[in-house]
């Protein structure tokens, strides 16, 4: 299966900075990835996906960037704002298997 | 659309206690999860079905059942609960190939057991 994990629990940054949230796999057989955002409370919200034929994929104010040579993505927010301020997880999945798995999760805190 | 409803909200049993969890989608996806996330952790699978009628074990299964009688209904059941129990669970679903296509989420249950 695949083991998704997460290198920083906590990121810290200013309001208008940009944050950069990352996580390592394992599992080469990985050809999705998603990034999915927590509020306190709330259920997963999807932010942005990438297939394994991309390295590279915007979003608005959202970028993630998918290196396979080192089993690594990240997830790039520009201008951070204090509604940014969530619990950020990646996920992987593959094309022939029907579930996806998740890394612990890194929490942002954007201060004004 | 509603999108996935969860019932209840929150919840607090007895050691040895039995509930069932609730989950609803209204999307029309074949696919449906349950997933617990315990406080600073990840989300851990449970179960999981891929249409009505069919279940498949997750990661963390003992201790739960499920079933799947219809595409819009998964519920989730703890029959002897237990404090290792206590956690959020999340139901999720998805369509076509659950492993290529973005889960959607419900609000949560936030179950306690004493």
């Known amino acids: 299966g695949e083991n998704v994990g997460l290198h920083l629990p906590t990121l810290s940054v200013q309001e208008g900075d940009n944050s950069i949230i990352n996580c390592a796999y394992s599992?080469?057989?990985?050809?999705?990835f998603i990034w999915y955002k927590q509020e306190s409370g709330k259920g997963p919200q999807f932010i942005i996906d990438?297939?394994?034929?991309?390295d590279k994929r915007q979003g608005q104010r959202v970028t993630v960037l998918l290196n396979k040579t080192v089993k690594h993505l990240s997830l790039q927010i520009a201008a951070t704002q204090p509604g940014d301020s969530a619990v950020y997880f990646c996920a992987g999945g593959s094309s022939g298997y029907s579930t996806l798995t998740f890394g612990k999760g890194t929490m942002l805190l954007v201060s004004p | 659309n509603a999108g996935v409803t969860q019932t209840p909200k929150f919840r607090i049993l007895k050691i040895g206690q039995s509930m069932t969890l609730q989950c609803t989608q209204d999307m029309n996806h074949n696919y449906m999860y349950w997933y617990r996330q315990d406080p600073g952790m990840g989300l851990k699978l449970i179960y999981y079905s891929v249409g009505a009628g069919i279940t498949d074990k997750g990661e963390v299964p003992n201790g739960y059942n499920v079933s799947r009688s219809t595409t819009e209904d998964f519920p989730l059941r703890l029959e002897l609960a237990a404090p290792s129990q206590t956690s959020v669970y999340f139901c999720?679903?998805?369509?076509?190939?659950?492993?290529?296509?973005?889960?959607?989420f419900g609000p949560g249950t936030r179950l306690t057991v004493l």
């Open positions: 599992n080469s057989a990985s050809d999705y």
């Open positions: 990438i297939r394994s034929n991309m």
């Open positions: 999720a679903s998805t369509h076509s190939s659950g492993g290529y296509n973005e889960q959607f």
